[in-house]
Nanobody, 124 residues
Framework: QVQLVESGGGLVQAGGSLRLSCAAS????????MGWFRQSPGKEREFVSA????????HYADSVKGRFTISRDNAKNTVYLQMNSLKPEDTAVYYC?????????????????WGQGTQVTVST
């Protein structure tokens, strides 16, 4: 069982930056993909970004392209999400998740392990 622990959330003004971290208790599988999702009250959980552990390929939701950057540190089993130019609509609980087999899906149902989430609040 892989545990994922997020950190780095908080309160920031619009236009500011935050960096989220997701520490994995162990490397899931060399083929796995790590993803970031977010969920705000009354809305479904939505895909934000993903990175493949092995080759480092990345993918972003259109709403965050050019503002967010996902990266990984293989030695630390840690994935990061650098969030710049934050907007109030980015306010949500952010979750880290692992897709063991890199299915190529960005649907939450296709991810096998989840962290507990970290709150990001962007004020106007």
């Amino acid at each position: 069982q892989v545990q994922l622990v997020e950190s780095g959330g908080g309160l920031v003004q619009a236009g500011g930056s935050l960096r989220l971290s997701c520490a994995a208790s162990a490397r899931t599988y060399s083929r796995s993909t790590m993803g970031w999702f977010r969920q705000s009250p009354g809305k479904e959980r939505e895909f934000v970004s993903a990175i493949n552990w092995n080759n480092g390929s990345t993918h972003y939701a259109d709403s965050v392209k050019g503002r967010f950057t996902i990266s990984r540190d293989n030695a630390k089993n840690t994935v990061y999400l650098q969030m710049n130019s934050l907007k109030p609509e980015d306010t949500a609980v952010y979750y880290c998740a692992a897709d063991r087999w890199s299915s190529g899906s960005y649907r939450p149902v296709d991810y096998d392990y989840w962290g507990q989430g970290t709150q990001v609040t962007v004020s106007t």
